[in-house]
């Protein structure tokens, strides 16, 4: 029968829910048990996928076509797993199937309530991501007290109730250390678990973030005040990479209280080959420095997995990526020496809308001309091919509907029916809704024998990954690029998926997303390649 760890955070945000709760899966994991994950939402938007990347981070795109929140990216890199639209549930989504369900008369007649009508619902889906496995890790987003997170910690309660000693909670808190006092402060972790107390739970462990170590007498301290066994104050302080998380937890007990507490036996994690990788990350042999060429650079977590991606494969390469981060508006021809001179290779990841692009142009047709290697994913693709039919094939109006939609050469357009992943048909116009016309989720590529893509693949004909994108390259242009150099060395059903240039060292383009499927103990090939072969050319 399933067992619940419910992983809530107190005080304030950003305190590292996501990482807690993914370091305890993978401890878990690691041991042997069938682990899953789900992520809570309290925001009203159906999903993150039509918020900007500015306002909520990186979209996470799902094998199975769900844009969720960034942090079911981390729970697949640390599980080693792929996961699905039901390991994350919203506000949104819980309120829409209740009203759906009342217009169409589900509810006989019922007064419609958050209890037990919503509650009932939000049971019902934590409990559908719990199915079969024997451990569910539930994180709660936001911060207890929030109000639009009430209905959840309600229904959690609710199931503390009823299932007992198979649920538990993990608090996640702020003991701060004030300077001036040369002291670390118990009392808002105190209240913090007051708060969680008042409406109707209690603790099973705190994981209590520190820039200092926490001594006994305040472990102590918050073992007396908040009602939590001694050995259940697990301290967490900054970590050199967020796969160390998990060794530390390990290294302070942290599976102790919860195998005793949940009666999951004698339970030790094979942590051998993390360890190796992790040591790798914060010692590595070697450096390569790439230029990250993009437009979201305010909030580094609109490009997260693209960054964690980087971190695998240099795990395995042994080697240290350095980003520069380069502002695609900044970017010139006149400053193109200085800002791009020092790198081994340039990366121009996916992006939406028009500005930027310039930039991008420039630092793309540096990488082909200079021989750098390159690796363009999704927009970085499409521009890739843009760049060659205006310097190379002489096109110099070629462009991308999505930015001028009467172009005479349409290197990257808008097909208007496409077969989505169920097979059924999709209308797309320029006018249809963000959220209803993007190809999403898993799709199978075919790798041309003797290119350099299939070759990161371990000479792999059929691959699977994941895409977020509205707008094609247009197969019309595939025998002109061609005959001039430009390789289409991957396509999916008569769509172009991957190009890459003959005559230059690594030049890769992906209309997929790559990152989209790189973990720690699995780093993804396109990527393992673009660092592999930057290493060697350097």
Not at 145 to 150: A, K, P, S
Not at 195 to 205: A, F, K, S, V
Not at 255 to 283: A, F, N, S, V, Y
Not at 404 to 420: A, C, G, H, M, S
């Amino acid at each position: 029968m399933t067992k619940y760890i419910f992983v809530t955070g107190g005080v304030l945000s950003s305190l590292g829910k996501g990482i807690t709760s993914a370091s305890v899966a993978a401890l878990l994991r690691n041991s042997g048990l069938n682990v899953s994950m789900l992520k809570i939402d309290p925001y009203i938007n159906v999903d993150p996928g039509t918020m900007s990347p500015m306002e909520h981070g990186e979209v996470f795109v799902t094998s199975d076509g769900a844009e969720t929140d960034l942090d079911i990216g981390h729970y697949e890199r640390f599980l080693n797993d792929t996961l699905g639209k039901k390991n994350n549930i919203t506000t949104g989504q819980i309120y829409s199937t209740v009203i759906e369900k009342e217009r169409r008369g589900d509810y006989l007649g019922e007064t419609i309530q958050v209890v037990p009508h919503i509650t009932e619902e939000i049971k019902k889906r934590i409990k559908s991501a719990g199915k079969d496995k024997d451990v569910l890790v539930v994180e709660l987003g936001g911060t207890i007290g929030d109000i639009e997170g009430l209905p959840f910690y309600e229904s959690v309660r609710q199931m503390k109730h009823s299932l007992k000693s198979r649920v538990y909670n993990i608090h996640v808190t702020l003991v701060p250390y004030v300077a001036v006092a040369d002291e670390l402060k118990t009392k808002p972790t105190q209240h913090s678990v007051q708060e969680l107390r008042r409406i109707g739970m209690t603790p099973n462990m705190l994981v209590c973030r520190s820039e200092k170590h926490i001594p006994k007498e305040i472990k102590k301290k918050l073992s007396n005040s908040c009602d939590v066994e001694y050995d259940s104050i697990i301290e967490a302080t900054d970590a050199r990479t967020i796969y160390e998380v998990p060794l530390q937890f390990l290294s302070d007990g942290i599976l102790k209280p919860i195998m005793r507490d949940l009666e999951l036996g004698d339970i030790k994690p094979d942590m051998k080959e993390w360890r190796k990788l992790t040591k790798r990350i914060i010692e590595p042999a070697n450096e390569i420095k790439i230029a990250f060429v993009g437009k979201y650079l305010e909030l580094k977590e609109s490009y997260k997995s693209l960054l964690e991606s980087l971190v695998h494969a240099g795990a395995w390469c042994d080697t240290k990526v350095n980003c520069k981060w380069v502002d695609s508006e900044d970017l010139t021809n006149s400053n193109l020496q200085d800002m791009l001179g020092d790198v081994d290779g340039v990366l121009v990841p996916g992006g939406f809308g028009e500005r930027g692009v310039n930039g991008k142009l420039e630092a793309i047709k540096h990488a082909r001309e200079q021989k750098i290697p390159y690796l363009g994913i999704c927009l970085g693709m499409q521009l890739a091919l843009i760049e060659f039919a205006r310097n190379v094939l002489g096109l110099e109006d070629a462009n991308s509907q999505e930015f001028d939609k009467t172009t005479k050469n349409p290197i990257v357009y808008l097909i208007d029916e496409f077969i989505d992943q169920e097979g059924g048909k999709q209308i797309r116009t320029h006018k249809s809704p963000m959220g209803g016309t993007l190809r999403l989720g898993s799709y199978e590529c075919n790798l041309k024998k003797g290119t350099k893509l299939r070759e990161a693949y371990s000479d792999t004909e059929r691959i699977v990954e994941r895409h977020r994108h509205r707008f094609e390259a247009n197969p019309k242009y595939k025998e002109i690029f061609e005959n001039s150099g430009m390789v289409i060395s991957g396509e999916s059903k008569g769509l172009i998926e991957t190009v890459e240039l003959q005559d230059h060292p690594w030049f890769v383009g992906v209309q997929f997303h790559p990152e989209f499927t790189s973990h720690l103990q699995n780093p993804n090939r396109t990527i393992l390649g673009f660092v592999e072969n930057t290493l060697k050319l350097k």
